[in-house]
């Protein structure tokens, strides 16, 4: 199928091929069949005249051979040489084809010989015909004898017993005659009749078959070409034009189907458009609702690290106040002294309340497992972070392994995880590159690695970056606490989190997980006694930003 003019739908017609054509087929079978009709019927024709010609020929030497048994019945005795030469003159004045006379005569011992005959030597066969003919007391008739000759043969009886046999030799120069201007006649005949046989049929056939074809082949050429107004033009009201007329039915109800498939397809293009875009706006607010959760988990770390700064004061202040509830036992109520002790005392009081609300809201939720498949996870992950690769220019590709196992995940903090290693690729690659996301398994473990081709990181700083408030990121740009959170959580999980990376040639962050049948048992953070949350050590534990 094609599109034509305006959209149109229209199929594809191809240009008929000159050697398979329908006129160059029915020519041949028209020339074929010509040939076999007329050449069959000239054999047929010869093989009767030349058979007749035969026939009578062979008809006129039984006739002579039984005039002459007629002649000779009425003699006493076998003829001479020169009475049976003057019997041939006679015969050969009625039949010129007959070329001899031979006597045989029926020995006592069944033996025939020869009797007397006009030829100079009498053929071999005579002998063996007349013997046939007098046992079959009938006409017996020989093959071609030297060529040109046939013997026809008769019995010689006297008081109903045979005595002997007449033997006439005819020649069929005239059969051969015959036959040779019937070939000739064929030869010339049977060309000009397939000729005009041919071209009879042609000027039938093109009339009612051709010309109609032509027309119906020419129509669904311009239709194919996406002018779905041509028509064909009716010649008669038969079994063709039924054809042309539904071809010119079909033709309008396609161009009707095709402004209304055509419409249809605007319509439906443009809503796809449409919902492109607010699917790619959705996109682009759930990525930067996930990246603002994860900047507030950020927040929420720091969170923890001021109530154990706070933990920590706690010790001295309670120390203060007890030495100040000393001092002011010693002293006046109503001194001076007694009364700016009094107002410590009170801040005193309020920075314990306030380390002590710390403390409660320091401690980190427990994880809440689930079995996710891996492949998914990552796909997932892949596929909500892909509007703002494009936007920034990033051309994403992911390299899954088939089959990946099971995980037994925190699936929500897990792909926090992997959205900040894809955010810090992204500010890594202000002007634009690739970002290669692959995932295999092997020992027990699913390896998920982000590799992108920023502007790295410098050797100095790959080992720091796990460490709290650490980034290399520009001032306001990151809290330095993000590769700290992904450390923990994918320690929480049972696996391991390395970096490595050269500067303007990229960086590479690999985390390890295990699969759910050999997953680790949760790690809980300790806390003892609401010190808050401690930050775990991992040996190469490197990344880009935080």
């Not at 058979?51 to 001479?80: K, Q």
């Not at 006409?139 to 008081?159: H, I, M, Y």
């Amino acid at each position: 199928m094609t599109a034509g003019p305006g959209g149109a739908i229209v199929g594809r017609v191809d240009e008929p091929r000159t050697d398979r054509s329908l006129r160059a087929r029915l020519l041949v079978m028209w020339a074929l069949s010509a040939a076999l009709v007329v050449g069959g019927t000239t054999y047929v024709q010869r093989r009767i005249i030349v058979a007749a010609v035969e026939d009578e020929a062979v008809e006129a030497a039984g006739a002579t051979a039984l005039g002459v048994a007629a002649e000779l019945t009425e003699r006493e005795g076998l003829p001479s040489a020169a009475d049976l030469d003057d019997l041939l003159a006679d015969f050969q004045r009625m039949v010129p084809s007959v070329r001899g006379l031979t006597i045989t005569r029926l020995e006592p011992g069944g033996s025939v010989t020869v009797a007397t005959t006009t030829e100079r030597q009498a053929p071999d066969e005579v002998a063996d015909l007349s013997r046939r003919a007098i046992t079959s007391r009938d006409r017996a008739v020989s093959d071609l004898v030297a060529g040109t000759l046939r013997l026809v043969a008769v019995p010689l009886e006297r008081d109903h017993r045979p005595y002997g046999a007449v033997v006439v030799s005819i020649s069929m120069e005239a059969v051969q005659r015959v036959r040779d201007q019937v070939r000739t006649a064929a030869l010339l005949f049977t060309p000009l009749a397939i000729l005009v046989l041919v071209a009879m049929l042609h000027a039938l056939a093109r009339d009612l078959v051709l010309s109609p074809v032509a027309d119906l082949l020419g129509t669904m050429r311009r239709a194919s070409a996406g002018d779905l107004r041509a028509r064909t033009p009716i010649r008669r009201r038969d079994e063709m034009g039924a054809v042309a007329e539904g071809l010119n039915s079909m033709l309008e109800r396609v161009g009707d189907f095709n402004a209304a498939l055509q419409h249809e397809v605007e319509r439906a293009t443009e809503e796809l458009r449409e919902t492109n875009r607010q699917l790619a706006e959705s996109a682009q607010r759930l990525f930067a609702a996930r990246r603002e959760l994860a900047r507030s988990e950020q927040l929420a770390v720091a969170g923890q690290m001021a109530a154990s700064v706070a933990h920590q004061i706690g010790t001295p202040l309670n120390l203060i106040s007890g030495y100040v509830q000393m001092i002011q036992t010693d002293l006046p109520s109503e001194s001076a002294s007694a009364v700016r002790l009094r107002t410590v005392q009170e801040q005193i009081r309020k920075v314990t309340t306030i380390v002590q609300g710390l403390l409660d809201q320091a401690r980190r939720p427990q994880l809440n497992r689930s079995e996710v498949a891996a492949g998914e996870l990552v796909e997932g992950v892949c596929e909500l972070a892909r509007p703002s690769l494009g936007a920034a220019g990033i051309a994403l590709r992911t390299v899954l392994a088939p089959g990946l196992p099971v995980l037994d995940v925190d699936a929500g903090q897990l792909e926090q995880v992997l959205l900040n290693l894809i955010t810090n690729s992204i500010d890594a690659m202000p002007g634009g590159g690739e970002l290669l996301v692959t995932a295999g398994a092997s020992g027990g473990y699913v390896e998920v690695t982000v590799a992108d081709s920023g502007i790295g990181i410098d050797s100095g700083d790959v080992a720091r970056v796990f460490d709290p408030l650490f980034t290399t990121k520009e001032r306001g740009k990151g809290t330095g606490l993000g590769l700290t959170i992904a450390r923990d959580v994918v320690a929480a999980h049972g696996g391991t989190i390395a970096v490595s990376s050269r500067r303007h040639e990229g960086t590479e962050v690999k985390v390890r997980l295990p699969v759910a049948r050999a997953a680790a048992e949760p790690q809980p953070q300790t806390h003892d006694g609401g010190r808050g949350l401690q930050p775990s050590t991992h040996d190469g534990g490197r990344s880009r930003l935080a």
